[in-house]
């Protein structure tokens, strides 16, 4: 829903923020809940594709960068690399 939003009205309509200040607070909630540092990077994850969708890419970037360096403390590498990748095509995109 906060995707198709930012691709239709783009990131600087007021309903669209409204929108994704909601889904961010929500998110955030359902993570606080959990209280588990892997759902937390998978949030990341997930913000930074919706920051993408939305044209925000250096938004999308550094939150990727949250996301890799909080893997890297939960010491899974695999996901690690796999965030690195999605920063590595994000960068390419850009030029």
């Given amino acids: 829903m906060v995707e198709a939003a930012f691709k239709e009205r783009g990131p600087e309509d007021p309903e669209v923020l409204e929108l994704y200040r909601r889904w961010l607070e929500s998110r955030e909630a359902e993570i606080d809940i959990e209280n ?9 994850v997930e913000q930074a594709e919706l920051l993408t969708e939305a044209g925000l890419k250096q938004q999308a970037w550094d939150t990727l960068q949250d996301a890799r360096m909080a893997a890297h403390g939960a010491g899974d590498d695999e996901l690690f690399v796999k965030i690195e990748a999605k920063m590595d095509e994000l960068e390419r995109d850009n030029k």
Avoid: N, Q, R, T
């Fill in 36 to 44: 588990d540092p892997m759902a937390v990077i998978h949030f990341l």
